[in-house]
C-alpha cells in the first residue's frame, strides 16, 4: 500500500504540475481554449490533481497507509 500511495502521489503530482504548466502557457500565449477545454480548466484540474497527490503523499507520511 505505501509503494502504491508513493507511486500515486508522485504521477499524479507530476501531471498536476504538467497541465497547469500548459494551462498557464496557453493562457499567457492569449489562448482561451486549448483541445476543446478552456485554459482556466486545465489550470483548476491541474492544481485538483496536485492537490490529490499532496493528500496521498500526507496518507503515507501520516502512517496510515499500511495499516
Known amino acids: 500500500m505505501d509503494g ?3 507511486w500515486l502521489g508522485r504521477i499524479t503530482g507530476i501531471a ?6 500548459i494551462g ?3 493562457r499567457l500565449s492569449g489562448s482561451f481554449w ?3 477545454f478552456q485554459a482556466g480548466t486545465l489550470l ?8 490529490f497527490a499532496c493528500l ?3 496518507v ?4 496510515r497507509g499500511g495499516r
Not at 483548476?44 to 492537490?51: E, I
Not at 503515507?60 to 502512517?63: A, N
Open 44 to 51: 483548476q484540474a491541474g492544481s485538483a490533481m496536485m492537490t
Open 24 to 26: 498557464g502557457l496557453a
Open 34 to 36: 486549448l483541445g476543446g
Open 4 to 6: 502504491l500511495l508513493t
Open 16 to 21: 498536476g504540475a504538467l497541465l497547469c504548466a
Open 56 to 58: 496521498c503523499l500526507l
Open 60 to 63: 503515507l507520511l501520516s502512517g
